[in-house]
């Protein structure tokens, strides 16, 4: 049998290809399982047709003999892994967007090596390169210290975080701003306003908030959904969209100027950094109008 420095489980979808590419191009032997088959070939990576769900003997066989295992896949089949595969020398490595409920699960398992869980906070598609990656330890090691140093070789910024504070994070970062993105894109359709009269007149907080609605419902629905509905705050995240909204409706009804003053700056103080972001604000709508590339920083 033969032996591979890494398996990525899930090794076909977004993060998977990611990462896989990323190991390989460090030139370890890669493998990527999958009950997908790759319609196209990558240089440094092998494909083997399984079920982590359902392992036969060859998929249990190469798990326990490879030192690094990833396991992106969404977090359903998450939770129907069995871990008895991992050996007390491995790393496992998953790629959740949710943490606490797999934490627990390594808590019931107690299975053997070391187990880290990481999560780019971004389209896998745009790459590593000077973007965040939430990293949770569940069970600590060389292994996994060794793992997050290659996660930082590769360009990436590794913030690390509890499994409860990565979920909270995620709420307000990702649940919380896709529920915003999408409730947008849904109010818009509701106005039955020609679509192509907007694009022709849309200023750049709106155009910019097009692009955003385009990418995220042009995505992966499972993805989105895991955000969403495996989080245990997105629901308070969510609501607190709701109410927001619901606040600033009655501010307005009721003709308050002074109401809405102290609206806007209850709002503008959930920014950390004001100039920086007044700063990326300006660069992007330099962008969304033309006048300056992506990543001009002038």
């Known amino acids: 049998m033969k032996r591979f420095d890494a398996v990525v489980i899930g090794g076909s979808g977004e993060v998977g290809r990611l990462i896989a590419s990323l190991l390989a191009a460090d030139g370890d032997t890669v493998l990527a399982l999958d009950p997908v088959v790759p319609t196209v070939s990558r240089p440094g990576i ?7 769900v359902d392992p036969d003997a060859e998929v249990r066989a190469v798990l326990r ?44 398992a107690d299975p053997p090596g070391a187990i880290l869980g990481i999560n780019p906070m971004f389209a896998p598609s745009l790459g590593m390169d000077g973007r965040p990656v939430a990293a949770v330890v569940h069970r600590g090691g ?7 140093g290659r996660i930082s070789g590769w360009g990436g910024r590794v913030v690390q975080v509890d499994a409860d504070q990565h979920d909270r994070l995620a709420a307000a970062t990702q649940a919380l701003t896709h529920a915003t993105v999408l409730a947008f894109g849904s109010a818009l359709a509701k106005l039955e306003v020609d679509p192509r009269s907007i694009d022709s007149l849309a200023p750049p907080p709106a ?11 042009s995505g992966e629905p499972a993805v989105y959904w895991d955000v969403q509905a495996g989080n245990p705050y997105a629901e308070r995240a969510r609501a607190a969209l709701a109410e927001s909204l619901q606040e600033l409706n009655e501010i307005v009804t009721s003709e308050s100027e002074t109401d809405f003053t102290s609206f806007m700056g209850k709002a503008g103080a959930a920014v950390p ?4 972001y007044r700063a990326l604000c300006a660069r992007l709508f330099g962008i969304v109008r033309g006048t300056a590339r992506e990543g001009d920083r002038s």
């Open 207 to 217: 155009s910019t908030l097009l692009a955003l609605v385009d990418r995220v419902a």
């Open 142 to 148: 060389g292994a996994a210290e060794n793992f997050l």
């Open 273 to 276: 950094n004001h100039a920086a």
């Open 65 to 108: 003999a490879t030192p690094l295992v990833v396991l992106a896949v969404p977090e359903s089949v998450a939770f129907e892994t069995e871990l008895g595969f991992l050996d007390a020398r491995s790393l496992l490595v998953e790629t959740l967007s949710v943490k606490s409920g797999f934490a627990r699960k390594v808590a019931d």
């Open 46 to 52: 092998e494909h083997l047709f399984g079920d982590i």
